[in-house]
């Protein structure tokens, strides 16, 4: 597997796992009132999976994002 490939799929990972933890503290400080709102919900699951999933996306592309702008390479002119 190339190993842009599987910079994605780890950068993907993390991501993924950072959302989980973002929106399960969304959830048990009820920022905005949205864990009583989606905990009352007979949608819930598919609320939180939807939350969560979304969120997902956008953390991984900042992961990757970053991941790819830390192996630019310095350099040796610029002073620092």
Same mark, same amino acid.
């Given at each position: ?11 993907? &990972?993390? *991501?993924?796992?950072?959302? =989980? %933890?973002?929106?399960? #503290?969304?959830? /048990? ?7 009583? &709102?989606? *905990?009352?919900?007979?949608? =819930? %699951?598919?609320?939180? #999976?939807?939350? /969560? ?7 991984s592309g900042v992961q990757f994002g970053y991941a790819i702008m830390q192996m630019a390479e310095r350099d040796p002119d610029d002073g620092r």
């Amino acid at each position: 597997m190339p190993r842009l490939v599987r910079l994605y799929i780890h950068s993907a &990972l993390i *991501g993924f796992l950072a959302a =989980a %933890v973002f929106v399960a #503290l969304i959830y /048990w400080f009820n920022v905005a009132n949205l864990g009583h &709102l989606v *905990g009352g919900s007979d949608i =819930a %699951v598919m609320a939180t #999976l939807a939350f /969560w999933v979304l969120n997902g996306i956008v953390f991984s592309g900042v992961q990757f994002g970053y991941a790819i702008m830390q192996m630019a390479e310095r350099d040796p002119d610029d002073g620092r």
